[in-house]
């Protein structure tokens, strides 16, 4: 197996994520991390958010995550050699005020992924950018769109049930925007 600091952040996500799994606490990658990973490399996010399906106490997360040397530093979870470091942000999994449609399950050398899907992704982001105008988190949602493969008539729909149709068309001009110049 590699060492931690080869890992890139998928394979790291992975081997953390399987760790976790073999101990019982399931667990699925949201946020900036997805996005580095469906952005192919293009967004870099220092940190892999990881919503408990069950919460199951900060004391067995602190035990589980000590066993693979990652450390709790205020609210994260560090490893001397990565620069990647860990949170558990509280739950429940969702995207705006729905839950995802699907979890992508993604095998690395070190483990399985337990992830958003691209399509849940861009709806993660573009809640962000909806309910507190997070410009960076719109940047983020055209990326993964970009890179990725996903639902936009999934999204939306979803951006119509949380109220936001007018800027999803924004976010579509955008998306076509970028598509023309490639």
Not at 41 to 53: A, P, R, T, V, W
Not at 102 to 131: F, M, N, Q, W
């Amino acid at each position: 197996m590699k060492e931690i600091r080869e890992m890139s952040i998928g394979e790291l996500a992975a081997f953390v994520c399987s760790h976790l799994q073999n101990h019982g606490i399931e667990v699925v990658l949201t946020g900036g991390g997805c996005v580095e990973i469906y952005s192919s490399g293009k967004y870099f996010s220092f940190d892999l958010d990881f919503i408990e399906n069950v919460p199951v106490g900060g004391r067995k997360l602190g035990k589980v995550m000590a066993e693979i040397q990652f450390f709790r530093k205020n609210r994260y979870f560090v490893h001397p050699d990565t620069r990647y470091f860990i949170e558990f942000p509280v739950g429940p999994l969702a995207v705006g005020s729905e839950r995802p449609i699907e979890i992508s399950v993604l095998e690395y050398e070190t483990g399985t992924l337990r992830a958003l899907s691209p399509t849940d992704c861009v709806k993660d982001r573009l809640a962000a950018y909806y309910h507190w105008g997070d410009r960076e988190c719109l940047e983020q949602a055209l990326l993964v769109a970009t890179d990725s493969e996903v639902d936009f008539a999934e999204i939306e729909r979803w951006s119509r049930q949380e109220g936001y149709e007018e800027n999803f068309s924004d976010f579509l001009d955008l998306h076509k925007a970028i598509i023309k110049q490639q």
